[in-house]
């Protein structure tokens, strides 16, 4: 039977994609997949796939040939190569004027502070002096590829400065300093917004983080006043208008100890601090965003419990290939309630190869349930109570 429903080209094969095949199967959405290899986290599930180079333009004309739009489970795809399918009739969704302040912290740095918006003090540098003219102590963050931790050095001295100034000449990309926020905690504000301007804002979460990656999500905030709340939404909204953001767009806050927040990363894409939507939320991120880049009607926001927890499946040097699905038994006898969503990706310590998502009226009891699934699938129950 012919397909009537556009085909979506998803740039990306990793867990982001993978878990928007579920939702695009309940639109009646085909997609289209350009995997970086065979066998890959959303290549297991999205037959239709091309194995390439992201980087490569040829291979992105390929994979978008016949789609009428493309977005993605990552930021890194060259910004030159989103204008040239823009102008070959793609529409890439989120666009690369909007894109490059999620590829660029240098970029939305310089345009935040022209919409106002708050953000740690922060300046491009490249030398000692110049970190030493900014103020040590600092964090140090390469302009461009960095995620989960890496590419971000926390320096407390010039010697300090050697690593990161070396990692950024290497890399061809410029070093950004900014100050050491004293914060309380780490928020998540999570919006999506279609071409036509509508737009929803889910509850503000608080997210907490281990080496640099998220680790646990609450949603909502706890004890979050609600003026700091509304706040948070409104600026996230605004920058997604601002910029013109197709999508999902995650903005990660700082809530520093006297009362303010923070902006510190964007991220234009479905986010690990917006998985707990899959199972305490009306409508899905995932969902969401596939309907954002088609210009459908959103979903609501809204939460369907009082609380709900997540928290991420990292890979461990203990944690064994079968030891994931061997935890299945264990995790959902204890906890009907609980939802389990792996990877299937190889394990590598520090690696994210699923999350739990556990939800209810009780906050302690939630994370009681999920910190001790995440614990027992990856086979460190000394842990799970932290």
Partial sequence: MPQSAPVLAVIGGGQLARMMAQPAIALGLPLRLLAEAEGVSAAQVVPDHVVGDYRDLATLRRVTDGCPVVTFDHEHVPTEHLHALEAAGVAVRPGPDALV??????????????????????????????????????????????????????????????????????????????????????????????????????????????????????????????????????IALRIAGELGVTGVLAVELFETNDGRILVNELAMRPHNTG???????????????????????????????????????????????????????HALARDPHLRVHLYGKDLRPGRKVGHVNAYGDDLEDCLERARHAAAWFRGDLGNESE
């Avoid at 030398?127 to 931790?149: H, I, M, N, Q, W």
């Avoid at 709900?308 to 299945?328: A, H, K, Q, Y």
Wanted: hydrophobic share 40%.
């Fill in 275 to 329: 998985h707990w939507t899959q199972d305490g939320a009306v409508t899905s991120q995932f969902e969401n965003h596939l309907r954002a880049v088609m210009d459908l009607p959103l979903g609501s926001p809204a939460p369907r419990a009082r609380w709900t927890v997540m928290v991420n499946i990292l890979g461990s040097d203990d944690t064994e290939v079968g030891r994931l699905w061997d935890g299945f038994p």
């Fill in 101 to 234: 302040h999620a590829q660029d912290k240098a970029v939305m740095r310089t345009r935040l502070a022209e919409l106002g918006v708050p953000c740690p003090r922060n300046a491009v540098v490249a030398s000692p002096d110049e970190v030493e003219a900014f103020g040590l102590p600092c964090v140090l963050k390469t302009t461009r590829g960095g995620y989960d931790g890496k590419g971000v050095w926390f320096v407390r001295s010039l010697e300090d400065c050697a690593e990161p100034l070396r990692a950024a000449a290497e890399g061809g990309v410029g070093l950004l300093a900014e100050e050491l926020v004293d914060f309380r905690r780490e928020l998540s504000a999570l919006v999506v917004r279609s071409p036509s301007g509508q737009a929803a804002a889910y509850p503000v979460v608080a997210s907490t983080q281990r080496d640099g990656i998220c680790h646990e999500v609450v949603a909502p905030a706890p004890d979050l006043d609600p003026e700091l709340g509304g706040q948070a939404q409104e």
